[in-house]
């Protein structure tokens, strides 16, 4: 369960405060994969920042029963001169769980040979993404943060991408944050829209879709 209670947060920018969360009250459903949609700026990548823990919100608070991801990503932090095998292990030490048993399942789950073993500065950016998604979905959490995440790799790469995340929310939630509406079709089942500092839940995933789309078209 994930609770926003009055969240608000805003940036100053050139001189002038742009508010992108206004008194956010809402509870998000548990067991859900939440495609989180909104226009660029929107304040889409700030809210998964504020409910990982990462950034603090202006005012209110984000109240949780269970364990939360870091926000997975193309922007994932890793750390350039260390291999994917050594970015693995510390993720393993930070979080408390078996790192062998992750580093197997990254090694397998990405698909990414001998580079695995290479520095992530040599990575392409689609490798960035298959060993971020690969190390989120190696760690059990009960919400999954999962921000820009595209298809990446051959058809049946992509199949047993979602095959693992669908599996994962069997006893997992997700709020996920793409531009991709097939992505979003392939891994969400409901919808969030985010649009002038205002959040809104659709249980029809379509419907958020719609919604977002349009207001793509109409520019605001």
Known sequence: MIRFENLHKSFWIRGRRKTVINGLNLTLPTGKSLALLGLNGAGKSTLLQIIAGILPADEG????????SWPVGFGSSFHPQMSG???????????GVDTEALVAFVLDF???????FMPVRTYSQGMRARLGFGLS???????????????VGDASFNQKSRAV????MKTSSAIMVSHQMGAVRNF?????VLNKGELTYFEDLEE???RHQFLVQSGH
């Not at 995340?165 to 994962?168: A, C, L, S």
């Open 188 to 192: 969400c089942d409901s919808g969030l």
């Open 110 to 116: 990405s698909e990414l040979g001998d580079q695995f």
């Open 165 to 168: 995340f669908h599996d994962r």
């Open 85 to 95: 095998a050594q970015n693995v292990r510390f993720v393993a030490r930070v979080y």
């Open 61 to 68: 608070r984000v109240i949780t029963d269970g364990t939360i």
């Open 137 to 151: 979905m190696g760690i059990r959490f009960d919400t999954y943060l999962v921000d820009e995440v595209t298809a």
């Open 208 to 210: 958020a879709i719609s």
